[in-house]
């Protein structure tokens, strides 16, 4: 089957050919024919399948007819990251260049201004996340009245970032006559309420098992023998200069485990840069922009990359961390092995991480992930100590100093005796005075100096009256 028998006008494929696609995927397939009859769709498929076509190709085909209005935009995509809504606004202006469609991008990170002066003009397409979106709205700058087809891409990754509210606030600002496509990788139950709630007799597209991985990834795994990040990221060093590692991305539970690892890497001579929510927008854009022109070599990610970004050619996904949640271990590892091509995977396994890894296999349907042999690696960073840490109380025998041990009374050298204070006088040069006295301020407290230099003994010449009283027996 060829796109041409979907029923996409002559335009649509002249730009699908321009962008090198041939044969429609699985769930365009399933998706598009029911899409282009106005139709809910409810598109259920692994991440990497094809799902952003599902939507924009029948999209751009409807809204070729009509014209958009000022701040009422014609249809709407909600994703969940402001990379994935790039992404989407990527793929409207490379399907649609035959059309002269008219879109805006409202995402954080950039300036309310130049995205209102699009709102103002009219567009056909409006892509957003769900914040932004609605910030837009409440400053009284944006109507969904007009809105003809709606998008919730990702939904499932919506529900994880808990934009769920806002997904079904923003469902009931727009007309009941709208036509709703709504793809998810993953069906959990307060998905499937949302559906039930605003999608009228959708067809349900399901071209794979929920949470399956592809099958054009190899997947591997490393046991760390003990719960150490020096060793961790010794093994991630040593994976990374596997021969087959063209380029990759490095997955990490937390922001902050990816700051450390990318300067870890850079530290030894890998070219690595970091991507997480808190990072500044324009960094975000350059670094995947460097990282999809071969630039950078290594992506060090947080989930806010795992889910929908279609990064091309990429050879291989690395989860430092285990993933908390087993639906985002097969999103992270859909990053490669995307359009057919081979991908690998590979993963690092602490003891601490067992649950976690038993709930993948679970998830996954696997019995084991194959395991590679890094034991000679660990027996020799064991012993060059890479894998142990000074402790605060012992430390270790090559670092620690020899204890001083206390000299004996006989080795002690004696103490130097203390001068006896000198009665005598301090001698005066011939030809020279001595020094006037200083004038002693007014108000001062302190006591005026001797004129001689004779030492005090005891008390002085003077003795307190309490002193020489008889006590009383």
């Known amino acids: 089957m060829s796109f041409a028998d979907l029923g996409l006008e002559p335009k649509l494929l002249d730009a699908i050919a321009a962008a090198g696609y041939e044969t429609p995927t699985p769930i365009q397939k399933e998706a598009i024919p029911p899409a282009l009859e106005n139709r809910d769709v409810l598109g259920i498929a692994q991440t990497g399948t094809g799902k952003t076509a599902s939507f924009t190709l029948p999209m751009i085909q409807r809204l070729g007819r009509g014209r958009a209005k000022a701040r009422m935009p014609r249809s709407l995509v909600l994703a ?170 490095i997955f990490c539970n937390r922001k902050s485990t990816v700051d450390v690892i990318a300067k870890s890497l850079q530290k030894h001579g890998f070219n690595a840069r970091p991507i997480h929510g808190d990072l500044a ?108 840490r000074p402790s605060r109380d012992k430390p270790d025998d090559n670092r620690s100093r020899p204890r001083r041990q206390p000299r004996k009374p006989e080795e002690r050298k004696p103490e130097p005796a203390k001068a006896e204070a000198s009665s005598e006088q301090p001698k005066v040069e011939a030809n020279k005075e001595p020094p006037a006295p200083r004038r002693r301020r007014s108000g001062s407290t302190s006591a005026p100096k001797r004129d001689n230099a004779e030492p005090i003994i005891g008390m002085g010449d003077h003795i307190p009256d309490f002193i020489t009283r008889a006590v009383a027996g």
């Not at 793929?91 to 035959?98: R, S, T, V």
């Not at 889910?307 to 087993?326: C, E, K």
């Open 80 to 249: 969940p990251t402001r990379e994935l809504a790039a992404q989407v606004a990527e793929n409207f202006e490379k399907y649609g260049a035959n059309h002269k469609l008219s879109m805006a991008l409202l995402i954080g990170g950039v300036s309310f201004g130049d995205q209102d002066a699009k709102l103002t003009r009219g567009v056909d397409v409006l892509v957003a996340t769900p914040g932004r979106l609605l910030d837009h709205f409440e400053r009284g700058r944006l109507l969904l009245t007009g809105i003809e087809v709606m998008v919730v891409d990702e939904a499932d990754r919506m529900l994880d970032m808990g934009f769920i509210p806002d997904i079904e606030r923003i469902f009931k600002l727009t007309p009941m006559t709208r036509q709703t496509l709504f793809f998810s990788a993953t069906m959990p139950p307060e998905i499937q309420r949302i559906t039930d709630q605003f999608l009228h007799n959708p067809v349900r597209v399901e071209v794979a098992k929920p949470a399956t991985a592809a099958d054009t990834i190899s997947q591997r795994m490393v046991r760390v023998p003990i719960k150490d990040d020096r060793t961790k990221r010794a093994a991630l060093r040593e994976l990374l200069t596997h021969k087959d590692v063209r380029n990759g991305i």
């Open 281 to 388: 927008q324009a960094f975000r854009t350059e670094t995947l922009d460097k990282f999809r022109s071969g630039e950078v070599q290594f992506l060090v990610a947080s989930d806010v990359a795992a889910r929908g970004l279609d990064i091309p050619n990429v050879s291989h996904v690395f989860n430092y961390d285990v993933p908390i949640h087993a639906d985002d271990y097969i999103h992270r590892i859909g990053r490669t092995g995307r359009a057919g091509k081979k991908g690998a995977a590979m993963m690092l396994v602490t003891p601490a991480d067992a649950k976690f890894y038993a709930a993948i296999l679970k998830t996954t349907g696997a019995e084991e992930i194959e395991a590679l042999d890094f034991s000679v690696f660990f027996e020799e960073h064991a012993a060059g100590g890479g894998h142990r």
